[in-house]
Structures are given as C-alpha cells and as structure tokens.
Nanobody, 125 residues
Framework: QVQLVESGGGLVQAGGSLRLSCAAS????????MGWFRQAPGKEREFVAA????????SRADSVKGRFTISRENAKNTVYLQMNSLKPEDTAVYYC??????????????????WGQGTQVTVSS
C-alpha cells in the first residue's frame, strides 16, 4: 500500500502564493506518475497537474498554466505544487494522487490508484 499525506494548504490573499507538498510512504516504488486534483464546494473534482517519475513530463490544466508548477523530489518521495498568483476561484480542497503506471495520462484521467486525504486552500479576495 501507499500512503499520501498533503501539507502546505492555508488561507492566502488573492495574488499570493502557496506551495503544497505530498509525501508518499509505504510501497513508494509504486508512485511513478503523481499529480494533483482539487474539488471546490458544490463542484466535481478536477485535474490540476501531473508529473512523470523522472519529472521530465508534466501536464497542467489550462486554468492553472502560467501560475502553477508541479515538481517532485524522488529522494524524499515528495511531489510539490507551487501555486502563484492565486485567485479566489482556486479555493478548493487539493488532493494528491499517485499510480504505479509510468504514464501521466492515468493521473490526468483521474484513474490513480492512490489518493491523499486533501489539504484546504482558501484564497480571499
């Protein structure tokens, strides 16, 4: 099994920045593709960003391009989401996802096997 624990969420003003972290433990060799999703109140969960094991392949939702960056540090079994120029519409619970599949398309499709419990991000206007 793999456990994913997110951290770094909080309250920030519009235009500010936050960096989310997701630490994996357990069978970490199963965490090849990793990524982030978010779910705002009353809305469906949506894809935010994904990264391959090497970090060389990434994907981001159009709504966050130019503002959010995903990266990972395999030595620490951790994936990060750097969020800049935050907007009130970025307010949501952010979830980390991971899968043994090498293809980030599995993450993008929302088909990841492992999910974290989520961390709240609130952006005030």
């Amino acid at each position: 099994q793999v456990q994913l624990v997110e951290s770094g969420g909080g309250l920030v003003q519009a235009g500010g920045s936050l960096r989310l972290s997701c630490a994996a433990s357990g069978r970490t060799f199963s965490t090849n593709a990793m990524g982030w999703f978010r779910q705002a109140p009353g809305k469906e969960r949506e894809f935010v960003a994904a990264v391959s094991w090497s970090g060389g392949i990434t994907s981001r939702a159009d709504s966050v391009k130019g503002r959010f960056t995903i990266s990972r540090e395999n030595a620490k079994n951790t994936v990060y989401l750097q969020m800049n120029s935050l907007k009130p519409e970025d307010t949501a619970v952010y979830y980390c996802a991971a899968d043994s599949d090498l293809r980030i398309s599995t993450i993008v499709a929302g088909a990841a096997r492992y999910w974290g419990q989520g961390t709240q991000v609130t952006v005030s206007s």
